[in-house]
């Protein structure tokens, strides 16, 4: 497994170091992420089943696509870049939000990520990159809710944070 450099940054998202990722999430520190959540024309979510063979988080349920940005990549071309190797979707992007959030994953890694979260539109069913996603839904907000309350460990823990904000969002 190569395991690529994710660029650490500050609370406000300046860059202050790179580190393998597999380090980072070790040691906790924060680094630059991205979610993104592709919907299509009946305001569907595009969710993923991370592949089991994952090192971490792997056979659950998250958003369409996340990663982290390689040194120098802006985040819009990087979402772009992962989500076409992961789901085979080129669609165009849009950042709607920002947070920072700390959870403790399995495998004792923590995850530490100042995480920009993207939109798009997109209405074919996505090819699946089997290393990257075993399966895939498309599934309305109000049902995602409900059934991350009643199955809560089915999700990854970065996408139920991100989902109670976008959700949030989506309501104002």
């Not at 789901?87 to 992007?93: P, R």
Request: with cysteine.
């Amino acid at each position: 497994m190569s395991m690529e450099n994710v660029i650490l940054v500050d609370e406000k998202d300046n860059q202050v170091g790179l580190m393998p990722k597999l380090e980072a999430h070790q040691k906790g520190l924060l680094h630059r992420a991205f979610s993104v959540f592709i919907f299509n024309s009946d305001y569907k979510l595009l969710l993923q089943k991370r592949a089991s063979s994952k090192y971490h988080s792997g056979g659950l349920w998250t958003n369409t696509c996340c990663s982290h940005p390689r040194d120098g990549e802006d985040i819009i071309d990087a979402a772009n870049r992962r989500l076409n190797e992961e789901m085979g979707i080129k669609t165009s992007l849009r950042k709607v939000f920002d947070f920072i959030y700390t959870a403790e994953l399995d495998n004792n890694l923590i995850e530490n990520e100042f995480d920009h979260v993207l939109y798009g539109v997109y209405d074919i069913d996505p090819i699946l990159n089997k290393e990257e996603a075993e399966d895939f839904k498309w599934i309305d907000m109000e049902t995602l809710k409900n059934d991350i309350e009643n199955n809560t460990d089915q999700y990854t823990v970065w996408f139920k944070i991100a989902f109670d904000y976008f959700y949030n969002y989506l309501k104002k």
